[in-house]
């Protein structure tokens, strides 16, 4: 009998050995509600997914980085749905196998990723778009870092906002919100206007997106009008010491920025203008 015993153990511990090792390991599954380093883990819904890649209006020539990956949803619709480079980043190790599975499991291996790692110490500069479920300390701790982003850069935001900074966007779905910012260049403060041969001394106060100004006429500073700044895109308007109103347009690079303008009575021209 000890014999017999002695066999069918050797032989059930054989049969164990022989199976995958994936099979004798309990196959990962995420709970909702679970503790994350930061934040719980609650998968954001699909049509709330599509909305916040929708808004960012999100294309193939996009790098995504989703922070906070979770299961790789955002990550795995980016690459899917709107063909766009994706890149997740989730701290918790075995989450991030389990998303990176998904990914795989998706077939967009080749355009999406999941890397396990610390949102605040991973480089997501080179970013076009930047999305998040994050809690609101959270998004206001990454600010800075959004802010600091290249001009233009998209951020999305679900449920949570960015306090004093407002949203280009507010998107409503079934109760959920999705906030959604685009990243401004920083005009704020003075610099030097050539319009030809004219000469001006433009001065800029800004809040983030928005802002206002005057432009020195003689001894007169005259008031912008319609000043706008979406990313690096800037406009604004004023009527010069001749009463012609004059809408200028153009781009910021960094110090710099330039562009054309137009007088309502038919003139028109070139400008370019440097930081002080």
Wanted: proline share 3%.
């Amino acid at each position: 009998m000890k014999l017999l015993i002695k066999a069918a153990a050797c032989l059930a511990a054989s049969a164990l050995l022989a199976l995958p090792a994936a099979a004798q390991q309990k196959t990962y599954e995420p709970q909702v509600g679970q503790a994350g380093k930061d934040v719980i883990w609650v998968p954001t819904p699909d049509e709330v997914v599509d909305r916040m890649l929708t808004m960012a209006q999100v294309t193939k020539d996009d790098l995504v980085y989703d922070l906070g990956a979770g299961n790789g949803k955002i990550a795995i619709a980016a690459a899917k749905k709107f063909g766009a480079r994706a890149v997740g980043i989730e701290f918790n190790p075995d989450m991030a196998k389990h998303a990176q599975g998904n990914v795989v499991a998706a077939g967009v291996s080749a355009r999406a990723q999941i890397q396990q790692g610390d949102i605040f110490a991973t480089d997501f500069s080179q970013a076009t778009v930047v999305t998040m479920y994050l809690l609101p300390g959270l998004n206001m701790k990454l600010r800075p870092t959004l802010l600091a982003m290249r001009p233009g850069t998209r951020v999305v935001s679900h449920s949570f906002t960015m306090e004093d900074w407002e949203a280009d966007e507010v998107s409503s779905m079934d109760g959920r919100r999705a906030y959604f910012w685009v990243v401004p260049a920083n005009v704020n403060g003075g610099w030097a206007l050539e319009t030809g041969s004219e000469k001006d001394e433009l001065v800029f106060e800004q809040r983030f997106q928005k802002i206002d100004g005057t432009v020195g006429l003689g001894h007169t500073q005259a008031g912008l009008r319609d000043a706008r700044l979406r990313g690096a895109s800037i406009s604004f308007a004023w009527v010069d010491s001749r009463g012609v109103l004059r809408n200028y347009a153009g781009r910021v690079n960094g110090s710099r920025m330039e562009g054309g303008w137009k007088g309502d009575n038919g003139t028109e021209g070139r400008w370019v203008a440097n930081k002080k």
